[in-house]
């Protein structure tokens, strides 16, 4: 009886996609972790210090690659395909959209045409005739004449448990974000999981396609999928480009701290583990076919979240080229078309699967500013010359 789960973690070498490798194999080391990373600019094999344990292996490749794909999932009997590769940065993709349709919308097509040849072509091994179903909860065997569905077929997940006693339903969970939802007037409610798509950038309108993608092969082809939508992450092993990495690294090197605009653009700040741990109920309990919100009760303004980060600095780091930190903050020309807030009703999470943030902005900032003080070994070289000449690009007195 197989009841460990095979896992395809895309973008695994990625911010969110690594620590949800670190989470996963702590919690369930005997579960196969298979990464598919194409390593470009924001993907370091740095972030996973698996190679060479056994049940983890990492493949160098694009999710656009067809015949790539279809080998690992049959060559490793994949049940869980946990998508997060992707175009990730709003600024690139206003320097440079074209990447993002290619990787965000091509790359979900091809994973996902993948993914639903591997249904119709390796279905999981039935129960045999007689033999009683052990997946969970079902003592019933099934009846003489009673008919399987096919798995392409099955709906709801709890069917999925029971159609697949020798091994784990099979899902495929879009990691997507709370930007597809557009921008929220100040008196608007947060968004829900039926507020209407209006992405406004490049890379939200890619991710808004992708996510419309995976909803459609779930209703015509019954695809076993669920999508989730999360606010802003932050934690261990985010790329310098990111607005928490950036004002870390650039306190530290005495540079100063661009501030876009006015500095009032409303964000919801999630921490890297509780969304690695909603994504973990979601995968064992999440309804198939259904959205879900993952938001982190953070709402912050920028320029606030920023004097945060200042203090905290001030507080930790021991050397300082210039302090008080706050006195490098900057206001820098507006980001194109940039939204002004978003905010994030997580409580169909909360309601039906019982999951809730658990770590305050306060202790997340504070764990996180403590890691890039620590490994600077770990985002030193991450400041390249390429990194110098789209950070010129972007930030404009
Ligand atoms: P990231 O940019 O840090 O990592 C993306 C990873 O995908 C990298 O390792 C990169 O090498 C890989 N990749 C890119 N193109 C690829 C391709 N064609 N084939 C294979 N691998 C490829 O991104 P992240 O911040 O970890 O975000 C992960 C996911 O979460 C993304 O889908 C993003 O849209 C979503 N998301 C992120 C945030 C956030 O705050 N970071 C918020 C909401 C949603």
Redesign the pocket.
């Known amino acids: 009886l197989k009841n460990h789960r095979s896992l395809l973690v895309?973008?695994?070498?990625?911010?969110?996609?690594?620590?949800f490798v670190h989470y996963w194999c702590n919690a369930y080391p005997s579960d196969r972790v298979v990464v598919?990373?194409?390593?470009?600019?924001?993907?370091?094999l740095r972030?996973l210090a698996f190679d060479g344990q056994k049940n983890f292996r990492f493949v160098q490749?694009?999710?656009?690659d067809r015949a790539l794909v279809d080998t690992l999932l049959q060559e490793e009997n994949i049940d869980t395909i946990a998508?997060?590769?992707?175009?990730?940065?709003v600024d690139r993709s206003i320097l440079g959209p074209g990447?993002f349709v290619?990787?965000?919308v091509v790359?979900t097509f091809t994973l996902l045409e993948a993914f639903r040849h591997y249904q119709l072509t390796s279905p999981r091994q039935p129960p045999q005739r007689g033999e009683p179903p052990q997946g969970a909860g079902s003592p019933t065997p099934l009846q003489q004449g009673e008919e399987l569905i096919p798995p392409s077929l099955q709906e709801n997940s709890k069917s999925f448990d029971l159609a697949y006693p020798n091994g784990q339903r099979r899902i495929f969970l879009h990691?997507?974000?709370?930007?597809v939802y557009g921008s929220l007037a100040p008196e608007d409610p947060p968004f829900t999981e039926t507020t209407p798509y209006a992405p406004n950038s490049p890379?939200s309108a890619s991710?808004a396609g992708s996510d419309h993608l995976v909803r459609a092969y779930y209703h015509t082809y019954k695809l076993p999928t669920i999508i989730t939508?999360?606010?802003?992450?932050?934690g261990a092993?985010?790329?310098p480009e990111?607005l928490i990495p950036l004002m870390c690294i650039n306190i530290l090197m005495g540079k100063e701290l661009p501030i876009y605009g006015d500095g009032q653009n409303l964000r919801d700040w999630?921490f890297v583990d509780d969304h690695c741990q909603a994504l973990d109920v979601i995968i064992h309990r999440g309804e198939i076919g259904e959205t879900y919100n993952i938001g982190g009760n953070n709402e912050v303004k920028n320029i606030d979240l920023v004097k945060m980060l200042c203090q905290l600095m001030d507080e930790l780091a021991a050397d300082l080229p210039v302090r008080p930190s706050s006195n490098l903050i900057t206001f820098v020309k507006d980001r194109l078309g940039h939204d002004r807030r978003y905010a994030i009703d997580s409580t169909k999470l909360k309601t039906q699967l019982g999951w809730t943030p658990s770590v305050t902005l306060e202790a997340g900032l504070r764990r996180t500013v403590q890691w890039y003080l620590t490994r600077r070994d770990w985002w030193e070289p991450l400041l390249s010359e390429e990194y110098q000449e789209y950070y010129r690009q972007v930030y404009v007195l």
């Open positions: 895309t973008g695994g070498a990625g911010f969110i996609g690594s620590n598919l990373d194409a390593l470009t600019y924001a993907g370091n972030n490749g694009d999710i656009c998508h997060f590769a992707a175009e990730s940065h990447a290619q990787t965000n790359g990691i997507s974000t709370d930007e890379y991710k939508n999360c606010s802003n992450n932050y092993y985010q790329f990111k999630l």
